[in-house]
């Protein structure tokens, strides 16, 4: 799975004109995408690791802070611009696949105390959000099988 993380001061997602969800207060904007080969696995160390990783302000963490999460899928994440000017997107999961990897994401981190906001699956949306900092970062579940070096 495939994650970007955005700081955020304020954020919502809207479908159709109308909120669907929205950050309670500083938190982080999680856009998310699922992979063939991802698993429930994947989903829960995803999870834990944006839940517990200390890249709000004063070096905190969601779970130090309480902070909010708004989680949006986001297939695109895996797009791939080698070639051509129209990118593929074979790498990124059918909905089938990616919907419940996406549901199981967002259980994990409600199950790890996070309150956890979303957008709706597949459904063209509206994300506003002010970027604190401006800060975003990405991660990839296979960066974290690599073992750590000195």
């Not at 495939?2 to 809207?14: C, K, N, T």
């Not at 982080?28 to 696995?41: E, P």
């Not at 709706?120 to 970062?137: D, K, Q, W, Y």
Request: contains cysteine; hydrophobic residues 45%.
């Amino acid at each position: 799975m495939r994650a970007i993380l955005q700081r955020a001061s304020r954020a919502s997602v809207s479908v159709d004109g109308t909120v669907v969800g929205a950050l309670s207060g500083p938190g982080l904007v999680v856009l998310v995408g699922a992979t063939h080969s991802d698993t429930a696995h994947d989903a829960a160390v995803l999870a834990d690791k944006i839940w517990r990783l200390r890249i709000l302000d004063g070096e905190l963490s969601c779970a130090d802070a309480g902070a909010p999460l708004l989680v949006v899928s986001q297939f695109t994440l895996y797009a791939d611009t080698r070639r051509g000017r129209r990118p593929s997107w074979s790498a990124a999961a059918p909905g089938d696949v990616s919907e419940p990897l996406l549901e199981q994401f967002v259980s994990a981190l409600r199950g790890l105390g996070a309150q956890v906001e979303t957008g709706v699956f597949g459904a063209l949306m509206e994300v506003e959000l002010v970027n604190s900092g401006p800060f975003t970062i990405s991660l990839d579940t296979v960066d974290f099988a690599k073992p750590r070096r000195g």
